[in-house]
């Protein structure tokens, strides 16, 4: 079965500064997807950035990037320019291309920002 | 862009009644849903895989006479948490994957708080 797991259960940055979020997965699989999501107080799941394993190049989104490292199933998050706004649990997840997708989750990380 | 609606937002109940929750795909078409449970400063658990017009396939430990998924149309599932008890309550949340399209991501609901008292 696939597993996620991120061992940072909290993580604290200045505003403004830089900081990385990890993640390793295992998966006996070759295809699959990888993703970052962001849960506000609010608890909406908001899609912050996804990786296709078969791309070597890494995934960015404006602030957000990821260092994807297929051979030692780690996915971890960079936000630069760390705002107020960033403040949440982070979650990594995993799910097959095809089939069903259904996503694995990680026990998430609790970011906090400090002005 | 994609949007899901989840529906109640929170509901409050008594102890051994059902309780149904709703997750619509608005502006696409969902042959495949998915419904997690999140405990308090825990992460997404799924619960069951929803397939329109089939039955749900259930991951292992989930009681799937207790919880009732029904997927009758591509854009409604329910769950109905039959006989709820306080162990029950926890936060719910459905996604939607828009059919025939792989490489598009799922899309979550708001989600459910479910308390039962």
């Known amino acids: 079965a696939q597993t996620v797991t991120q061992s940072q259960p909290e993580m604290s940055v200045q505003e403004a500064e830089t900081v990385t979020l990890s993640c390793t997965y295992d998966t006996s699989e070759s295809d699959y997807y990888l993703f970052w999501y962001k849960q506000p107080p609010s608890r909406q799941m908001i899609l912050v950035i996804r990786q296709e394993a078969y791309k070597q190049q890494n995934a960015t989104e404006n602030r957000f990037s990821v260092n994807f490292q297929k051979a030692a199933k780690s996915f971890s998050l960079k936000i630069s320019d760390s705002q107020l706004g960033d403040a949440a649990m982070y979650f990594c997840a995993y799910g097959l291309i095809q089939g069903a997708q259904k996503l694995v989750f990680g026990q998430g990380t609790r970011l906090t920002i400090n002005p | 862009g994609a949007v899901v609606s989840q529906h109640p937002s929170w509901v409050i109940c008594k102890s051994g009644t059902s309780v149904k929750i709703e997750c619509r795909s608005l502006?696409?078409?969902?042959?495949?849903m998915f419904w997690y449970r999140q405990f308090p400063k825990q992460s997404l658990m799924l619960m069951a895989t929803?397939?329109?017009?089939?039955?749900?396939?259930?991951e292992q430990g989930v009681e799937k006479d207790k919880f009732l998924i029904n997927h009758a149309s591509l854009t409604l599932s329910t769950l109905t948490v039959t006989s709820a008890h306080p162990e029950d309550s926890s936060f719910y949340i459905c996604?939607?994957?828009?059919?025939?399209?792989?490489?598009?991501?799922?899309?979550f609901g708001d989600g459910t708080r479910l308390s039962i008292l």
């Open positions: 929803s397939n329109e017009g089939s039955k749900a396939t259930y």
């Open positions: 996604s939607a994957r828009p059919a025939g399209r792989l490489n598009q991501p799922q899309h």
């Open positions: 502006d696409f078409q969902a042959t495949t």
